[in-house]
């Protein structure tokens, strides 16, 4: 089967870097055509940086383009508590030798998806603010003839976990969101009504910290920071939403969802970044959907597909130390 094109847009950050080691282990699957990275839980260099160490050390050969630094319209506010300092936890990888390539993320992108050939199409995994993704659609609206489907994960249809309201991607970048909800691409929203059900237990994380498979190893330790560093500490368990968009390309009927009518609060007030709509059925109809929104997930089959995926990634010679 042809493999499914596809760019990836993210801000690493641990669950993007288990989202990253679940592409290199799907690469029978998905043609990655690049990584661009968007400032979100940590500055636009460190998130770069990450990509292009943590695609060195899952052994991806796979051009990564900086993207936007800021926010369409507010300063951007980093997520440490769950990410750390660097954007990974307490790892520290090998450094890549690698650099980003010479182009800002959007024209690269552009670049990418305009020399795909007749007819051809990509899919956009974007699991950071959706910055770079907004200014593409806004400023080469003729990109969107070769946009398959953009999967992001971000929104909430229940409640936010930065403010009650809002959810981390959607509260850095509303007017991104906005943009991207009704640029008229086929969306996947993957908000935290079903990332919340995509997790990894402290014991499986426990054990993937003792594994003696270094890409196993390292996403467990990334993981374990978010989860003894946050809230999660009392659950027992914490989210991998980036993973959401991915492993619904591969595993859809893990998922289930539904079409809705959405918009994102541009407000300055307490519903900053707040998802609005939604669909009633003796209302509205499915073509006036403009994006398809997930809503659960088989929690022990991510599991047990995301786990799977860590250890299936060779990736590079084990790091000492890690
Ligand atoms: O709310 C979760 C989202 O915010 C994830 O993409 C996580 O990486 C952070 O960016
Ligand atoms: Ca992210």
């Known amino acids: 089967m042809e493999k499914r094109k596809l760019i990836i847009d993210c801000d690493p950050g641990v669950d993007d870097a288990l989202m990253l080691a679940y592409a290199a282990a799907h690469r029978d699957e998905f043609d990655i055509l690049a990584v661009t990275t968007v400032s979100g839980n940590q500055d636009i260099e460190k998130v770069t940086r990450n990509a292009l160490d943590l695609l060195s050390f899952y052994g991806m050969d796979v051009p990564v383009a900086k993207g936007m630094g800021e926010p369409l319209v507010k300063k951007s506010q980093y997520a440490p508590e ?3 300092e660097s954007g990974l936890g307490a790892c520290v990888l090998p450094r890549s030798s690698g650099n980003p390539v010479d182009e800002n993320a959007v024209l690269f992108i552009r670049r990418i998806l305009m020399g795909l050939k007749e007819g051809e199409k990509a899919d956009i995994a974007a699991t950071g603010p959706l910055t770079n993704i907004a200014l593409v659609l806004k400023l080469f609206p003729e990109v969107k003839e070769k946009i398959r489907e953009i999967l992001f994960m971000g929104g909430s249809l229940s409640g ?14 509303p007017e991104a ?7 008229g691409v086929p969306l996947i929203m993957c908000g935290l009504d079903v990332t919340e059900k995509c997790t990894l ?10 594994s003696g498979h270094p890409v196993a190893r390292v996403c467990g330790d990334m993981a374990g920071f978010s989860l003894e560093n946050t809230s999660d500490k ?7 939403h980036d993973v959401a968009p991915l492993m619904y390309m591969t595993h859809p009927e893990i998922f289930k969802g539904g079409f ?12 900053r970044g707040a998802v609005l709509g ?16 997930l809503t659960d997930a088989d929690t022990a089959k991510f599991q047990e597909y995301l786990i799977a995926a860590l250890y299936s990634v060779g990736g590079a010679a084990d790091p000492s130390g890690l």
Request: net charge negative; proline share 1%.
């Open 234 to 240: 009392y659950r027992g368990e914490t989210s991998m």
């Open 278 to 293: 939604g669909f009633r059925w003796w209302r509205n109809e499915e073509t006036e959907a403009n994006v398809f929104a």
């Open 260 to 271: 809705h009518i959405l918009d994102a609060d541009c407000s300055e007030g307490p519903a």
């Open 82 to 84: 769950t990410h750390g």
């Open 160 to 173: 936010g976990n930065v403010t009650e309201a809002a959810e981390f991607n959607f509260y850095t970048d």
């Open 177 to 183: 969101a906005k943009i991207v909800l009704h640029a």
């Open 201 to 210: 237990t402290r014991g499986q994380i426990l054990k993937l910290c003792q």
